[in-house]
């Protein structure tokens, strides 16, 4: 305390010193005084600021006061409640809380009693102007032109008469990035607290947070800092962006982290801040909204960020893209997208592959896109249900906003209530303390799919039910109503109608959710299974080396063809995934030998032993790969031509055996005394 005391009265004695060389001599005493109020000095001796004044700028009338408050209302009616707060800390230090308008004109103050009093004397009260060039060097009117906090102690002030105060201030930045007023903490000179700006500078950021958020309640608000400790803390840079992607406001230390967004902000676009699109970014966070994702900015730094506020806004951004009037009618006509299997957006169109039941269920379900029709999709596991309920969305006006999916049937029924209508902070034992916002919230302004609705508890059934009706959302634990705008489909694997009838399937959401009920037909029935076959080799190899360089043998074709695929079309997928994974670097043709083992006959309905088999009646399916195996009939060693090659005896050798274990290649490894490797290698010369 000594120690800072001596300093106090050393810095004292240099200010003096300074003062006495720049008012006498007119010289610059450089290095003596903080360099922003040397500025600030020849500023004042510039324009002619008298330092011995001591008559001008007494408080401006009341109707002055009246109409500046009514200029600065949102700052003022916002700010009391943070000079409040910075009052408590300063409380019985002899100081006060001042707040000043962009002129420098003082709004409002709080102190205490005896600092208020001399304060007065220097008309340091509501309706005086502090502005520098009518004061001089003070720390609201100096701040003001810095556009930085400032702080002025004692003999620093240009006027000799303030030379009682220590006045520590900070700006308080509108979204737009300019000046909006003044926060500052004005005291005795003698108190000079060391952490005043500090506290002043934090005031005036939880300030300009709290008007940002009130000024974009609205909009998509992105809350970015480099630390990821720092996102929801009163350091994070907040931008408001609109559904189009423009920044439209930026608080002071998102502009410090762009480093280049011009004050009034018009006209810049988020990829002028951002490489990455604003779109993606939109998408990424619609898919987890509690992830950071990692920006990388135009300026070369990296922050992360995350999305602030109700997913509602996700919703309205995404679609943003497109002015909000523009008619579904015109968003039809629009050129179809192109199909992009590995994101999944596809439309209905591209599951157009020939079979006609899928046809049927196609040209149904395109009818009633951007209509208010719920859509229920039957058909067994793995057929494809997630897969057309996408290619409805983005086929749709919604196509730009979320595609939100729930398993019903996937998840403990005990959390199927917070995950579709999502929970306030605090709602229950385990809840995170920010609340999670649920999948029906999630797909506002897009689809919510529902799949395995008929799996959905009975409880949960009438809560979404009253969603539906209410086009509205309560979460758990919460009171208020949030209102959704989604388009829902659903999807099961058994017959709903049953469902109701046995009693676990209300009967009043049955009609609610299938507005229109269409079918994806099992593989084993569809007609275009070549088709399918080429789309799912396409997607698998896309963006590897062997794009297009893969085809599958007709054998292989014609057994896909046959086989009964239980497990539908993810079953085909994973086992081309498998076959394709199993290709040698120069192999460009998937054959038998690259089928999975379970296709060889260890399949519980292996016909190997029925004596059926390798040749098939046409049109009958067969059960296992042993049944496109070549055909494998003893043979001399000796041919009409003579001996027969080693490696021709060879193969029958094996295509004997093969037949005799029914295709399992594990079996005939161990019979033959050579490694599955080995097999599959020489089956591969086989076929
Ligand atoms: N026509 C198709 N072309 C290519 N791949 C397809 C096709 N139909 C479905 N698939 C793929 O098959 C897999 C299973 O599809 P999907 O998840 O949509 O089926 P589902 O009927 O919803 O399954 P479940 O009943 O188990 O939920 C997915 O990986 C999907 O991409």
Known sequence: MTGQLL????????????????????????????AEVLRSWLRCRDSGVDYQADGRGDPEGRSGLVAARERSELLLSNASGVMEHVFEQIRASGSMVILADDQGMILHSLGDPDFVNRAQRVALQPGALWSESLRGTNAIGTTLVEAAPVE?????????????????AAPVFS????????????GDSRSNQRHTLGLVRLAAQLLEKRLFEIQYAREIVVAIHARPECIGGLQEGLLAVSPEGRVVGANSIARGLLKSLPAGLEAVDFSAVSRLAFGSFIDRCTRDPYALQALDLRCGERVFARLRGAPPLIGMAARGNRPAAESPARVQEAAPKPCNRRTGEITLECLATGDPRLQLALDRAARITGKD??????GESGVGKELFARAFHFSGPRSDGPFVALNCAAIPENLIESELFGYVGGAFTGARREGSVGKIQQAHGGTLFLDEIGDMPLGMQARLLRVLQER????????????????????????????VRAGSFREDLYYRVNGLTVTVPPLRDRTDIRSIVANILEAELAGTPREGQVSIGGQVLDFFERYPWPGNVRQLQNVIRVAAALLDDDETEILPVHLPEELFGADPMDDAESGQGLLQDAGQPPRSMAAVMPTAQPAPLMAAGGARSLDEIELEAIAVVMREVGGNVSAAARRLGISRNTLYRKIGRMS
């Open 7 to 34: 300093a106090g009265g050393a810095r004292e004695l240099r200010v003096t010193e300074a003062r006495r060389q720049f008012f006498e001599e007119g010289a610059c005493p450089e290095g003596e005084l903080p």
């Open 175 to 186: 979204p737009t990035g300019e000046v909006a007023g003044v926060l500052d903490i004005s």
């Open 373 to 378: 029709i719920p859509l229920l999709i039957q």
């Open 152 to 168: 002025v102690i004692g003999a620093e002030h240009f006027l000799d008469r303030n030379g009682i105060l220590t006045c520590s």
């Open 472 to 499: 509205c959302v309560t979460p758990v634990g919460g009171q208020r109503q949030i209102p959704v705008d989604i388009s829902l489909v659903c999807a099961t694997h058994r017959m709903l109608r049953d469902a």
